[in-house]
């Protein structure tokens, strides 16, 4: 697509439930990331892949943050036994070069999945 | 670790004129780089300009240069005839480039809310 794709846009959902968040990266990008970002506040990032390959996930806060790439393409964010405190806009970025190699690696966002756990 | 600090939460400037938007950053890395991102009140994250750390002259991006001072660690973004679609959020950014062993994650300050007045 044009631009990177993330869905859905708006996620309500109730404590305890399991959330799954799409990107659709820019096609031929190599490198996503995952960032979150609270009102107001900068992006936090979470985690990023090369191709497929999951190559930092220190942001994740714990374990009940998970992230894939199975086929260097789309990646899926899943988030299990939600609670109120993941409230947040949850954004996607691709970017053409490979993260650390080839070039500065500019990051084009998505508009977000912005996530309320009541 | 990296760490990007914006100390001014807000700036007012008036149409037509030129305002700078304070980024100091913290690294031991040698090699890095440093990216502005504009946030308007849509939610898009929109790439502004790029400065290497190796980079002997500041980056221009049309109305847009950064004023990087390697020895203090700052990285101003200064904005020139300013616009009412200026309005917006403003996020510093830097990241490692060229490490084998580090992260390549872009690490974000809290941001600067400008508002031109007409």
């Known amino acids: 697509g044009a631009g990177v794709s993330q869905s859905p846009r708006y996620k309500v959902t109730k404590r305890g439930q399991d959330v799954a968040l799409r990107c659709d990266p820019i096609s031929g990008h190599v490198s996503l990331y995952w960032y979150r970002q609270a009102l107001g506040q900068g992006p936090e990032f979470l985690t990023y892949?090369?191709?497929?390959?999951?190559?930092?996930k220190s942001g994740l806060p714990n374990d009940r943050f998970s992230a894939e790439r199975p086929e260097g393409s789309i990646s899926t964010l899943t988030i299990q036994r939600t609670e109120q405190r993941d409230s947040a806009m949850y954004r996607c970025?691709?970017?053409?070069?490979?993260?650390?190699?080839?070039?500065?690696?500019?990051?084009?966002f998505g508009e977000g999945s912005r996530l309320t756990v009541l | 670790a990296q760490k990007i600090t914006q100390t001014q939460p807000g700036m007012f400037v008036q149409e037509k004129e030129a305002v700078t938007l304070d980024c100091t950053y913290d690294?031991?890395?040698?090699?890095?780089?440093l990216f502005w991102y504009k946030q308007p009140s849509s939610g898009e994250m929109i790439f502004l300009i790029y400065q290497g750390s190796y980079d002997e002259q500041n980056a221009t991006e049309g109305r847009y240069s950064l004023n990087f001072q390697k020895a203090r660690k700052s990285a101003n973004l200064v904005i020139s005839a300013s616009q009412l679609g200026d309005s917006a959020m403003y996020f510093c950014?830097?990241?490692?480039?060229?490490?084998?062993?580090?992260?390549?994650?872009?690490?974000f300050g809290k941001g600067t809310k400008l508002s031109v007045i007409p």
């Open positions: 892949f090369n191709y497929e390959a999951q190559q930092d």
């Open positions: 950014a830097m990241r490692e480039l060229y490490s084998g062993a580090g992260s390549y994650q872009l690490t």
């Open positions: 970025a691709s970017s053409l070069g490979l993260a650390g190699r080839t070039n500065t690696g500019e990051l084009f």
């Open positions: 690294t031991s890395d040698q090699s890095y780089g």
